[in-house]
């Protein structure tokens, strides 16, 4: 499947309703797997950033225009229905 970024926004939209938990370092981790078939796969205790690191490599405005641009209240409401 092709990834695009409308897809990536859906996926970014899922994010939001994901468990994290803070580790002994502060750091923000996976609380359980998130896995979307033939998309994406990460695994229990993985780090937000480098899930953010993986929107980046692929959003054509990366992941500072999704933290700080996108308006998911509006994609959510208007646009697209988040996966």
């Known amino acids: 499947m ?3 970024d409308t897809i990536l926004q859906d ?3 899922e994010l939001s ?4 938990l803070e580790d002994s370092e502060y750091r923000l981790i996976l609380e359980s797997a998130w896995y ?14 480098e899930i953010w690191e993986w929107f980046d490599d692929r959003h ?3 992941v500072a225009w999704l933290l700080n641009e996108f308006n998911e209240y509006e ?9």
Do not use: H, S
């Not at 998309?39 to 950033?49: A, N």
């Not at 994609?75 to 996966?83: A, D, E, F, L, P």
């Open 17 to 20: 309703d994901i468990a994290f």
């Open 60 to 62: 054509t405005k990366g």
């Open 36 to 49: 979307v078939p033939g998309i994406l796969f990460f695994q229990t205790g993985t780090e937000q950033m």
């Open 11 to 13: 996926l970014w939209c």
């Open 75 to 83: 994609w959510k409401r208007g646009q697209r229905i988040c996966v």
């Open 2 to 4: 092709k990834i695009n």
